[in-house]
């Protein structure tokens, strides 16, 4: 049970190019998040996708573009990176979104991707 | 949204008993208290949710006072391998609010 997993580990773009990031998870869950975090700061939501096909913007969406290919992989395009872009990337997932009689329920981190735009 | 509010750092000794607490004045009627864990070059790990008073589980205990405007969480003789970041979050996906928000957490320093 690998959890989630996410590709690449590093990466180092020029402004203007662009990349996709890859994340999977293997533990059947419905939901799925994208976060990144800057130096010093807390984790800011990108998009998540509650279920598969479907995708909502979160705090901070843009620049960004996400696609729920299936009910494990979610993944984050930057079609033009900008040095601002320059973060830590952070997938989580989720058995649901929402509200259920004893809380929230818990997400789970990926390792991250470390992305750098020069 | 409800807006949280830590320490940005607390120091501690092996042992000892550490207490972090989160302001949270406009959580709301369906806002649920979480607490993650994040040590460096890792993502966060959930250790412990609530509503209100008092949940224990086996890393932690959080305490919420009747009026929901803070939370503690409690960490039990802390070890060196407790030395992370500690993040508060109020709310949900699919509740009253809509985000789930990451402040910038407290950074917790165990010393031997």
């Known amino acids: 049970n690998a959890g989630v997993t996410q590709t690449p580990k590093f990466q180092v773009l020029k402004t203007g190019q662009s990349m996709t990031l890859q994340c999977a998870q293997d533990?059947?869950?419905?939901?799925m998040y994208w976060y990144r975090q800057d130096p010093g700061m807390g984790l800011r939501l990108i998009y998540y996708s509650a279920s598969e096909g479907t995708t909502d913007k979160g705090e901070v969406p843009n620049g960004y573009n996400v696609s729920r290919l299936n009910k494990r992989e979610f993944s984050l395009r930057l079609e033009s990176a900008a040095p601002s872009q320059t973060s830590v990337y952070f997938c989580?997932?989720?058995?649901?979104?929402?509200?259920?009689?004893?809380?929230?329920?818990?997400?789970?981190f990926g390792p991250g991707t470390r992305l750098t735009v020069t | 949204l409800a807006k949280t509010t830590q320490p940005i750092s607390m120091d501690s000794y092996e042992g000892q008993e550490v207490n972090i607490t989160c302001s949270h004045n406009n959580i709301a009627t369906n806002d649920y208290i979480t607490w993650y864990q994040q040590f460096p070059s890792q993502g966060p790990r959930f250790i412990i949710q609530g509503y209100k008073t008092k949940v224990t589980n086996e890393v932690a205990s959080l305490f919420i006072p009747a009026d929901r405007k803070s939370s503690t969480l409690s960490l039990p003789r802390v070890s060196l391998s407790d030395t992370a970041v500690y993040y508060c979050l109020v709310g949900g996906y699919g509740g009253a609010t809509n985000k789930l928000i990451f402040g910038t957490g407290t950074l917790l320093a165990v010393q031997p």
């Open positions: 533990m059947n869950h419905n939901s």
């Open positions: 989580a997932s989720s058995e649901r979104t929402g509200l259920l009689a004893g809380g929230y329920y818990e997400q789970y």
